[in-house]
């Protein structure tokens, strides 16, 4: 039986969004392809009708799950987007997504193995961090090169932030790293337009 792009595109992109959830819960060595085939509901045959090797996957997962988190304030005005960053940093620095990084962001989970990864992966991680960065940058104050640079700071202090708390038990000291990077974090974006 043939399959329509359609179906395949859909099928791709459901495998996508599970060995997502499984390799951040997992990390990359942690999980083979039987594993992230069964996280899918697919049979491992079916993630090699899609994608070459397991980096492949984690490249794909990259590509469309790093930085989605920040996507809704692409296109806002300044003062706007400054305001739902607030929102997006309360979210982001809280203990669901501590204790959840399945459902979580892509940076804190998977930076690790994509050091670890070839060129390619690396390649697309690299321009993915840049696209949140230019998502990130208006919202924060100073010239140009001034925002990148608060971009970028603020991005490192709030993975940070997650890494470490995820690695501690549950507890007071992981919930007092997250509330104070998401104060510092609060301070660094402007009040005015």
């Not at 395949?8 to 039987?34: C, M, P, S, W, Y």
């Not at 692409?74 to 620095?93: F, H």
Request: hydrophobic share 45%; net charge negative; aromatic share 4%.
């Amino acid at each position: 039986m043939r399959y329509t792009k359609e179906h395949r595109a859909q099928a791709k992109a459901a495998i996508v969004q599970e060995a997502g959830r499984t390799l951040k819960e997992n990390g990359f060595h942690g999980v083979g392809v039987d594993g992230l085939a069964a996280s899918a509901q697919v049979t491992s045959g079916a993630v090699y009708s899609n994608f070459a090797n397991k980096e492949a996957v984690l490249e794909e997962v990259v590509a469309t799950q790093l930085g989605i988190e920040f996507a809704g304030l692409a296109d806002k005005e300044p003062a706007e987007r400054r305001r739902m960053l607030g929102d997006v940093l309360r979210v982001y620095l809280s203990d669901l997504h501590r204790v959840d990084p399945g459902h979580g962001c892509v940076m804190p989970s998977l930076s690790a193995d994509v050091a670890r990864a070839g060129d390619s992966v690396r390649e697309v991680y690299r321009r993915r961090m840049v696209d949140v960065i230019a998502t990130l940058a208006p919202a924060m104050p100073g010239t140009e090169e001034e925002q990148a640079q608060q971009a970028w700071a603020l991005v490192a202090s709030i993975v940070g932030a997650i890494t470490i708390a995820r690695a501690l038990p549950s507890g007071d000291q992981a919930q007092a790293i997250l509330d104070a990077v998401l104060r510092t974090a609060l301070q660094s974006i402007p009040d005015g337009p």
